[in-house]
C-alpha cells in the first residue's frame, strides 16, 4: 500500500510539473507571438517573395509570371548605358560618400567642443540636438523655404553680403565634381551647388542623434589619461590626437556603419524635395526612389525587386569591407 501511496505522488507530481512548464510555455508564447507574427508577415515573407518576385514580371494586377534573369539583364543594361539604376546609384554615392564622413567629422568636432566645462553647456547641448528630433518632413519643407533659390532666407543673405547665390533644388549641379572647378560654373553671381548638395546640408543639420553617442564616449573616456598627458606636456590639440580620437574609433565605426546603412535607405526628404519624381533633371532619383518609382508608378514589381536586392548585395558588400577595414584603425584596447 505504501508503495503504491508513493507511486502515485510521484505521477501526481510529474503531472503538475508537465502542467507547469506547459503553462509557462503558453505564457512565453503569448508574450513573443505578435512579436514572431510580425517578423514573419513583414520580414521574413517579404524578405522571400521579393527574390522570387525579381525573376518575374508583375504589375501588381495580374499575378506574377516568371521571366527569369530579365530583370537583372536589364539593370546590367542600364549600368552599360549609364541610365536608370546606374545613375540612381551615382546619386547614391555621391550623398552617401560626402554626407557620412562629413557628419562624423563635425559630430565629434562639435561633441568635443560641447564636452568642455563651459557656461550653458546644457543649452548648447539642447540645441544642437533639436534638429534631429524635428519629424522629417516639416524639416525638407522647412528646408524648401530656406533654400529657395528666389526668395528663400540662405540666398537672400548671401546677397546681400554679395556673395555667390546658388540654385539650390533648382539645379543639377554638383559641387564636388570637374565642372565645378570651371569659370563659367561660377558665373552670373551663381555657383555649382545643386539638389544634391542641398540634400547633404540638409542631412547635417540634423546630426544631433550623433553627436549624442560621441558626448557620451567622450564622458566615458578616463580622466586620468588627460591628466597623465597634460603632465607630460601635451597641450590640447595632442590630448585629442592621442587620447580622444583613438578611443573614438569604436563609437566612429558603429556611427560609419548605420550612417551609410541610413544614407543609402534615405527617402522621405528626397521624395519632398524632388515632387516625387527626383527632379531637377533627375539629380535627386536615389536608388530607394528609383525603386519606389518602379514599383509604384511604373508598376513593375519583378525590377523594382531586382533593384531591392541589388542594393541588399551592395550593402552587404560595403559593410563586410567595413568590418574588415576596422582592424586596421578601430581602437580596441581595454580602458
Known amino acids: 500500500m505504501r508503495h503504491q501511496a508513493d507511486t502515485s505522488g510521484s505521477a501526481e507530481t510529474a503531472s503538475r510539473e508537465s502542467r507547469r512548464r506547459w503553462r509557462s510555455w503558453f505564457t512565453a508564447a503569448g508574450f513573443a507571438g505578435p512579436w514572431l507574427l510580425g517578423l514573419l508577415a513583414l520580414f521574413i515573407y517579404p524578405f522571400v517573395v521579393s527574390l522570387y518576385w525579381s525573376f518575374c514580371q508583375y504589375d501588381l494586377i495580374n499575378p506574377p509570371r516568371f521571366a527569369g534573369l530579365d ?71 522647412l528646408w524648401m523655404w530656406l533654400l529657395n533659390p528666389a526668395d528663400g532666407l540662405v540666398n537672400s543673405v548671401l546677397g546681400s553680403l554679395g556673395l555667390w547665390q546658388p540654385q539650390w533644388f533648382a539645379s543639377p549641379a554638383e559641387l564636388v565634381s570637374p565642372d565645378s572647378f570651371t569659370e563659367a560654373a561660377w558665373a552670373n553671381n551663381s555657383a555649382p551647388i545643386g539638389s544634391k548638395d542641398a540634400l547633404i546640408l540638409m542631412s547635417l543639420w540634423g546630426m544631433g542623434n550623433f553627436m549624442v553617442i560621441y558626448l557620451a564616449a567622450i564622458g566615458d573616456i578616463p580622466k586620468s589619461l588627460y591628466e597623465a598627458a597634460r603632465i607630460d606636456g601635451a597641450g ?100
Open 71 to 141: 530583370n537583372y539583364e536589364q539593370l546590367a543594361s542600364e549600368f552599360a548605358t549609364g541610365t536608370g539604376i546606374a545613375h540612381a546609384l551615382w546619386n547614391t554615392s555621391y550623398y552617401a560618400l560626402i554626407s557620412v564622413p562629413l557628419s562624423i567629422v563635425l559630430g565629434v568636432g562639435l561633441a568635443t567642443l560641447l564636452s568642455c566645462d563651459i557656461r550653458g553647456q546644457s543649452i548648447f547641448r539642447t540645441l544642437f540636438y533639436l534638429p534631429s528630433v524635428i519629424p522629417v518632413v516639416a524639416a525638407s519643407i
Open 236 to 335: 590640447p590639440i595632442r590630448r585629442f590626437i592621442n587620447i580622444t580620437l583613438p578611443l573614438l574609433t569604436p563609437i566612429i565605426f558603429f556611427n560609419l556603419v548605420m550612417g551609410l546603412i541610413q544614407s543609402v535607405q534615405a527617402f522621405t526628404q528626397i521624395y519632398i524635395v524632388s515632387e516625387g519624381r527626383g527632379a531637377p533633371a533627375d539629380s535627386t532619383l536615389v536608388i530607394s526612389l528609383h525603386l519606389f518609382l518602379s514599383a509604384f508608378q511604373h508598376l513593375n514589381m519583378g525590377y523594382a525587386s531586382a533593384v531591392a536586392w541589388l542594393l541588399f548585395v551592395l550593402l552587404g558588400i560595403a559593410t563586410w569591407f567595413l568590418f574588415t577595414t576596422s582592424r586596421r584603425w578601430v581602437y580596441e584596447g581595454v580602458r
